[in-house]
């Protein structure tokens, strides 16, 4: 939000640097992000001075130019080659002096410089007013008037004014100061903390009188719920033209381009006192009448911008007796605005529900100035003197007569918040004992008024325009921020207290998984729990009854709660892959979210997703791409880093996978993963295989905290391995090996790995050959040759048994 110095300076009479000032507002709460220069005529005239033309000349070498001598009030004259047709001697003349910057019409600087124009010398330039930046004429130089003196710098006779204009990062809460009456009141109030007492200055309605009462308008508010108050006055006779320099200034100062009187007027009110105005040209209202309401589903309506835009059944609009003219504290209609012809205007200051206001703008995609602030709540107690102060300035700038009463619709007056104060709570919350006379004057000067005074507390009315203030938090923080957050003292001492947090706190176990997937080569991501109702149509998993619906989404692509971990992951891995990072290794940490039974639940995850090489390309190492049982792997070492023992698998039932597993322990599911299914990453325009993984997080932790983790000594025997080929069916998985083998033998056997798999022409038809080494070890004693052998001959027979295994 743009602050304009000079703006300011009518309400509270401040003459402080504006550094100074703007450290004052940042203290306040009102930070200033930046100071920016503004200049009425862009350089300021800087260099430009008043010219005396003593002589005037044909020039020798052209027809078209002049040969001046002109006194520039340096006490020798310089010469000036001009072109105009108007130059002549005797005139008094603006001259850019030699290094003077003007700017063109696109804002570009060029500098005047010392030069020869047709072979003789030019010291400046004698400007038109459209060089100056004056205005647009470019016929001829400028005449000034003859008494000036030479050298008078011409910023002084054409009044440049010179802004200094605040960008204030104002915070949603801060309704109350989105004008510059507004900031002026807390800048009143932060004075008063440094012992300076200054007059906030109010500008007066009481000349406000009815000319006459020939263009009344009825109105008709059929939604009071959406509109609490509504003000009108009609203003007839006016003539709609340029405004004056002034306004101009003012508006230009905070980046508003000035359109004409009527319009610049009810913008210099919406930021001079917050209150957002619209005017219509009174003789496209049929039937004299203004009716507020709203219309039904469908119905078309062209704004200002002339774009045609479809009402929702919620969106209030400003009608006539037969169409609508203005959507409600949002836009106004292509046909109902001021022109250069109209002669007669109906004047509104409205408040509005800012729910409304914000669901519509955010409908039609919206937002205006006065959008942004009926959104965050203006002040109601101000909206018919906002309309009164507009209308003076109207009748003031651009003549009429006030046609009407200043009409006030305001069935039910709402009530200002009554709050207790308690001294303990303002102590407690504030770790500093503030003074009784310190509190009542910052309430005072915010406006605050004080109803009674005990002991314990002050009773409080809130003032209508701090809508934000409806607790005895918030009162404690606006005495704290005008106290100063740099007035309160803070001890040397500091105060702990240790909390016993159990290590399976879930923040823990998600550190130390985080950190175990960081170091494998995994990135993190967070995806947003919103997402598209489309993704329920991928899986059977996934059903519309079960999604959480937001009741106003930002758009229908983010309008329910995701029901899966999966999809927002693809799209991670789609944007990725589509940026040519074919390689990926992601895990999230997240919540899905479900309506069974009428009832919310929210479900913690952690998922994987795998795709590409398992490592980067490196001269060391040969590209290896990820498979399910990399993504096994990654998942036991999860587990195994959680204490958790080997889970029991079972073919996975979800149709997001093609092919997968669930690990279980007992009944509780830990975890599904899998390779995803071509026909959903098909959908995601995917085209490379991608692994997933699901972990349900809340049984994770459960079991995790169930497993008690034993202290074993490091064995002092060694350990021994032996191999066996066997040459078995392809049907045959490691998994029956590995079950066998522990079955057989649990005492000495330590470890079993498979480390070759051969299938070709050599073998019988069917059948493959697997190499598995088996580790075994005594705690107690050192193996010997009899009862090695003993071992491998009872797993030979195990495997040759069960398994109809042959040795190759």
Request: with cysteine; glycine share 8%; charged share 25%.
């Amino acid at each position: 939000m743009k602050i304009s110095y000079n703006w300011l300076k009518q309400f509270i009479q401040l003459d402080w640097e504006t550094d100074k000032t703007a450290e004052l507002l940042t203290d306040l709460g009102l930070e200033v992000e930046g100071v920016e220069t503004f200049e009425s005529v862009k350089g300021g005239l800087k260099g430009v001075v008043v010219g005396h033309v003593l002589e005037c000349e044909k020039h020798p070498n052209a027809d078209r130019l002049k040969l001046t001598k002109v006194d520039i009030g340096t006490g020798e004259p310089v010469q000036i080659v001009c072109g105009a047709p108007n130059v002549d001697k005797g005139q008094k003349v603006p001259v850019a002096t030699i290094g003077t910057v003007l700017y063109d019409e696109k804002g570009e600087p060029w500098e005047i410089k010392k030069g020869k124009i047709r072979g003789e010398a030019s010291h400046g330039m004698i400007c038109a007013e459209d060089e100056l930046g004056l205005g647009k004429s470019h016929d001829g130089i400028m005449v000034l008037d003859e008494t000036l003196v030479p050298g008078t710098p011409c910023a002084e006779i054409f009044n440049i004014e010179t802004d200094a204009v605040f960008e204030i990062g104002l915070t949603p809460n801060r309704a109350d100061a989105m004008s510059h009456h507004g900031v002026a009141r807390d800048l009143k109030a932060g004075l008063l903390q440094k012992d300076i007492n200054m007059e906030l200055i109010t500008p007066s309605v009481s000349s406000f009188h009815v000319d006459n009462r020939t263009l009344r308008m009825d109105i008709d508010v059929k939604n009071k719920e959406l509109c609490p108050r509504y003000c009108g006055v009609t203003i007839s006779g006016i003539k709609v033209e340029e405004s004056p320099s002034w306004l101009k200034n003012r508006l230009k100062a905070i980046g508003i381009t000035p359109k004409n009187n009527i319009v610049d007027i009810t913008n210099y009110v919406l930021h001079e006192l917050g209150q957002p105005l619209h005017a219509f040209d009174g003789s496209k209202i049929n039937g004299n009448k203004i009716i507020v309401q709203t219309l039904d589903k469908g119905t078309k309506f062209t704004t200002l911008d002339g774009i045609e835009r479809t009402l929702h059944e919620d969106d209030l609009m400003i009608c006539d007796a037969e169409k609508p003219l203005c959507i409600a504290g949002v836009f106004g209609g292509e046909n109902s605005g001021v022109t250069q012809s109209t002669t007669n205007i109906f004047l509104e200051s409205a408040y509005f529900n800012p729910v409304s206001v914000r669901k519509t703008a955010k409908r039609h995609g919206l937002n205006t100035d006065a959008s942004f602030r009926f959104e965050r709540g203006i002040d109601i107690g101000s909206t018919h003197y906002a309309l009164l102060r507009a209308a003076l300035l109207i009748k003031e700038i651009a003549g009429g007569t006030i046609s009407s009463d200043a009409e006030d619709f305001y069935p039910k007056k709402f009530e200002d918040f009554q709050v207790f104060l308690t001294f303990e709570k303002v102590n407690s919350l504030i770790g500093q004992n503030i003074p009784t006379e310190t509190i009542k004057s910052i309430l005072s000067s915010l406006e605050i008024k004080i109803n009674n005074v005990t002991e314990t507390g002050i009773g409080l009315t809130i003032p209508s325009y701090r809508v934000d203030v409806q607790r005895e938090v918030d009162v404690i923080e606006e005495i704290l921020r005008v106290y100063g957050y740099n007035n309160i003292e803070f001890t040397q001492k500091l105060n702990a207290s240790i909390a016993g947090i159990s290590k399976f706190e879930d923040y823990k176990l998600q550190n130390i998984i985080g950190n175990q997937l960081a170091s494998l080569g995994f990135y993190e991501i967070l995806a947003n729990s919103l997402t598209t109702p489309k993704y329920m149509e991928l899986s059977n998993d996934n059903k519309a009854d079960y999604n959480v619906n937001m009741l106003n989404p930002l758009s229908n692509d983010l309008s329910v709660m995701r029901q899966s971990m999966l999809f927002s992951g693809l799209e991670a891995i789609s944007y990725n892959i589509n940026r040519k990072s074919n390689s990926l290794k992601l895990f999230e940490f997240g919540k899905t979210y479900h309506q069974f039974d009428g009832k919310s639940v929210e479900n913690k995850h952690l998922s994987i997703l795998i795709t590409g090489n398992q490592n980067g390309e490196s001269w060391r190492l040969q590209s290896e791409k990820s498979d399910f049982f990399y993504l096994k792997g990654i998942i036991n070492r999860v587990l195994e880093r959680l204490g958790l023992p080997l889970p029991k698998s079972e073919p996975v039932t979800s149709d997001v996978f093609s092919e997968g597993l669930n690990y279980k322990i007992g009944k509780r599911k830990l975890v599904s993963f899998g390779m995803i299914s071509n026909r959903i990453l098909k959908h995601f325009d995917i085209k490379q295989e991608v692994l997933y993984a699901d972990f349900e997080w809340d049984a994770v932790i459960e079991l995790a905290q169930q497993q008690h983790i034993s202290f074993t000594e490091i064995a002092k025997y060694p350990e021994v391995k032996r191999d066996l080929a066997l040459l078995i069916d392809q049907k045959v998985s490691f998994e029956e090996i590995y079950n066998i083998a522990q079955n057989s033998e649990k005492k000495l056997l330590k470890d079993i790995n498979l480390f070759d798999v051969y299938q070709g022409e050599k073998l019988p038809e069917g059948k493959k050959s697997y190499a598995v080494s088996f580790t075994l070890q005594d705690d107690n004693k050192t193996l010997t040759d009899k009862q090695i052998d003993k071992v491998m001959k009872k797993l030979q027979g195990s495997f040759e048994h069960q398994l109809g295994a042959t040795l190759r």
